[in-house]
């Protein structure tokens, strides 16, 4: 009689994952303070440092913030809107990929993933199984302060990640191998208790990391916020410091008086009265000296402070530079205001920017999706090769401009008129393009329950119908 003994999962972490999890520990830590470092400068927290020489004891609590970290990473994700995910050889089939993001929110949690991968240089994105049968896999948004993988460079694949997170008082956290998921908690000696083990079998780990600016020799990517950027900003932020001392010291005119005796600085009983007593009464009455001559009072020059908001000015034109911006995007304007032309220039290599992350990030959030497909049906199908991502125009084109191109490709027989490609170029959003592309169907229906009633002689399209150039709504047959 043979006896089969079930293979049962590991109440432990085996020596090999027990090392594997401090080496993702390990690096996560090393570079935690880097990306604190830069969630300091966007969130306008970093402390400037002072050289201890023109600013007094008394002022050493004054803190300026200038935000321009916030506005170049601001500007640059904000051109970066998800409509849908669509099979691009295969539209049609594409509602089984929304069942998967739409119950995930993943449109918004995406602009969350990209604004963390500007500022951290990265971000990672979970698949987990669905915590009931029938629902999709879980898909969120992990931030790399909690979070870091091992990667492949010659696989481009993931070979493990972990995941650290607080469960009440206890820290958790979350193995990812290429068979299954580990859930562990700290125990009380330091060590890690196997919570669950997911074997899922997939022979993949179910984390997509998003690299920001990744170089050859450098696939953990690079922030937005890079070293010049944060010079720049602490140059700033020192020179408004300055100005903010100067205007504290000499932002009332400072006056002198000459040829005058003690008394005027005295009250009646002989008190000597306060400097801003002083000042504030602006000895409007002198006595003449003993030899009669009248006491000579003077302002000198006023504070000004355009020596300080010109440097401003210059730091503004740099940073642009080093951003991308438009210099008004920094609050530089000139004493003549741009033409939309110019504007439209300033703002290309800004443009040209978003379009290049487009292209990176649509292969990304592909990977995303068809792991979900992975996770959901044990198996991608082969439509799901080619995953596209509908982005939303990452210029600033005017209605008129994008239909007048459209009604001209029409014209010409390039597209047809009632093509999802047209609509498109238009600027409608997906859900609009839906809803046209459902009041055509519905036009040309009624159209045609009017041709069989009434026959082809006396039946007219409706109004708002719209079929290809050049033919007829709907052919009589």
Known sequence: MTVTIPDLPLLNLSDDESNLLDALRTDLMACRWQMELRDCYYNGEQLIRDLGISIPPQLKGLHTVIGWPQIGVDALEQRLDIEAWRYADDPEESGELEDLWEPNELIAESQLAHLDSFIYRRSYVAVGSADEDGDPPVITVESPLDMTLFYDARKRAVTSALRLYKDADRQAAVLYLPEQTVHLEESTDGGWIVVDRDLHGLGVVTVVRIANRQRVADRSGRSEITPAVMSITDAA????????????????????????????????????????????????????????????????????????????DLYARIMATQLGLPPHYLGYTTDNPASADAIRSTEAQLVKRAERKQTVLSAVWGNVLRLALLVANGEVPDRARRIETVWRNAATPTIASQTDAAVKLVQTGILPADSDVTLEMVGLTESQRQRVQSDRRRARGATLLDTIVNGPEQSTPPQGSSGVAGEPAVAGG
């Open 237 to 312: 932020c020192r020179t408004l410091l300055g100005m903010e001392v100067a205007r504290e010291f000499y932002g009332a005119p400072q006056r002198y008086i000459l040829g005058t005796s003690e008394s005027a600085f005295q009250d009646a009983e002989g008190n000597p009265k306060s400097a801003w007593e002083t000042y504030i009464g602006r000895v409007l009455a002198l006595e003449r000296d003993e030899d009669g001559e009248i006491p000579t009072v003077g302002t000198f020059a006023a504070y000004d402070p355009s020596a300080y908001t010109k440097i401003v």
